[in-house]
């Protein structure tokens, strides 16, 4: 019974397409996030999205956006995926404080 | 300053060693902080969360230090099984609520 879970969790594609990954959490959370980290590690915030507001991180290029069709579905597009694109992304939740996470989506951009 | 700041190691240490970690934020205004273990090739999952008074779960310690606007952690007797990056993070982002983390600091417990 996952609280955060999103598909795919590996994902190989060509440089050029456009690619979507899916999460959804059952917990009832009023946040959602996307993170991602890079091969160094490093969790960087990419969106915050609570129904009302959605925060993006200035630094993340308009190829991605999110889409959120309801409270517990934030799924994230990416179009002209590039070989920097290659990371892992996760998706998060959180209602009052701690945020609880997915099992993450390793893109490989070849 | 980085909005969150942390050695990134390796810590290594020998099986029962008491080992400590700080993180530093730029934010004075921050109010939740709190510690995630992440494991290799898995997504980080809350620890323990990090009060003003300080919280202890069985062999792990939280404190929090706002004047010098650090958050540390404390682990005794340490088991090969802590080997893992520790995530610290702090809510940055204004009015809005942003799980913001630093960089990890990677563990090593050795026989």
């Known amino acids: 019974d996952t609280a955060v879970s999103q598909t795919p969790k590996y994902l190989v594609t060509q440089m050029g397409n456009d690619k979507s990954i899916k999460c959804e959490q059952n917990l009832g959370h009023d946040t959602m996030y996307w993170y991602k980290q890079d091969s160094k590690k490093f969790l960087k915030i990419m969106f915050s999205?609570?129904?009302?507001?959605?925060?993006i991180n200035e630094t993340v290029p308009n190829r991605f956006s999110p889409k959120s069709p309801d409270k517990a579905h934030l799924n994230l597009h990416i179009n002209s995926l590039e070989l920097g694109d290659s990371a892992v992304y996760f998706c998060?939740?959180?209602?009052?404080?701690?945020?609880?996470f997915g099992q993450g989506t390793r893109l490989t951009v070849v | 300053r980085k909005e969150v700041e942390q050695d990134p190691g390796p810590f290594n240490v020998p099986e029962g060693a008491t080992v400590a970690f700080n993180c530093t934020y730029s934010?004075?205004?921050?109010?939740?902080f709190f510690w995630y273990r992440q494991d290799c090739r898995k997504e980080p999952k809350l620890l323990m969360s990090v009060y003003s008074s300080g919280n202890e779960d069985g062999r792990f310690t939280a404190q929090l230090n706002r004047a010098s606007q650090y958050i540390s952690l404390l682990i005794r007797d340490s088991k090969l099984s802590d080997s893992a990056t520790y995530l610290c993070v702090v809510p940055l982002g204004g009015g809005s609520y942003i799980p913001t983390f630093g960089r990890g600091t990677s563990l090593i417990v050795h026989p």
């Open positions: 999205y609570n129904n009302k507001e959605l925060i």
């Open positions: 934010n004075s205004a921050s109010q939740s």
């Open positions: 998060a939740s959180s209602q009052s404080g701690s945020a609880f």
